[in-house]
């Protein structure tokens, strides 16, 4: 496996060719980029902005894993706004293009939410409801996703959705693509179940991982922790990756980030990472 850190881990004011070569000062042979709404990697870039950011890289001499998003928490796709949908469903779009620009094979995709405790007034939608317009949307999005060549990665997060590895499984399998699979959160399950059933459960139909850590004494958001520091059985998340054949990147997604020297948690997170897959 290889070893990858996502943006999201890096202080809000470095650039994205500081966080490129910050991350390949650190050892990390990846990097996980995110589309915003806007700035330089966002919905207003065009083909040559984009294309020049995968030059950034290459010139750095580290690839770009995959292709993060943020941007479905203020547009769902299981909205009773139909106009948030059809945005949502938009990102999609302008996800798969800007991956393909990359050379990424995968982007990651929140499918919706049922609720969602950290958004203050966050809307709440029927569960069956919540399901429906989720996999009518993904099965529909299969389409541009295999013309593009880029995977669809579907993320379990606290959504209150998608709640068991057995129901992800279905939804996917439901989308009835290979283009659609799972990108898995290791740290994300932890406080309601392990996540090397997880893997062993999805199986090939992982895509991506990213890598966290969570403390289930803690709760909420508070519970998640530097790599090591958390209630993950990583051994146990290795051998599960291993059994099913998984090679491709892991990556750390630590947020938040450190409130001071803010870069040094990826150096912290590269060394633990190295750790876990037994490169120390």
Not at 27 to 44: A, T, Y
Not at 243 to 266: A, L, R, T, W
Request: proline share 4%; glycine share 8%; with cysteine.
């Amino acid at each position: 496996m290889k070893k990858g850190i996502n943006v999201w881990s890096f202080p809000d004011h470095m650039s994205i060719a500081d966080c490129i070569a910050t991350a390949k000062d650190a050892g990390f042979e990846g990097i996980e980029l995110s589309l915003n709404e806007n700035g330089p990697l966002s919905l207003e870039s065009g083909e040559q902005e984009i294309a020049d950011i995968r030059k950034l890289a290459e010139d750095a001499g580290i690839a770009l894993t995959s292709l993060a998003s943020g941007l479905y928490w203020s547009y769902s796709m299981t909205s009773a706004d139909p106009a948030k949908r059809e945005k949502a469903q938009d990102i999609v779009k302008k996800q798969l293009e800007t991956a393909a620009i990359l050379g990424v094979d995968t982007i990651l995709v929140i499918p919706g939410a049922v609720g969602v405790d950290f958004i203050p007034g966050s809307e709440v939608v029927p569960y069956d409801q919540a399901y429906d317009l989720a996999l009518e949307a993904i099965a529909k999005l299969a389409v541009p996703a295999k013309s593009a060549g880029v995977s669809i990665g579907i993320e379990n997060v606290w959504n209150k959705f998608l709640l068991s590895p057995l129901e992800l499984r279905q939804f996917i399998d439901a989308a009835g693509s290979n283009y659609v699979g799972a990108y898995f959160d290791v740290g994300n399950v932890v406080y309601a179940g392990y996540p090397e059933h997880w893997i062993r459960i999805l199986n090939k139909r992982i895509k991506k991982v990213h890598f966290k850590d969570y403390r289930r004494e803690s709760g909420g958001l508070s519970g998640f922790v530097d790599l090591l520091a958390g209630d993950v059985n990583y051994p146990e998340v290795v051998k599960a990756l291993e059994e099913i054949g998984y090679d491709d990147f892991v990556i750390g997604e630590m947020i938040p980030s450190y409130k001071h020297h803010g870069k040094q948690i990826i150096y912290n997170t590269s060394a633990s990472m190295s750790a876990i897959l037994g490169r120390s």
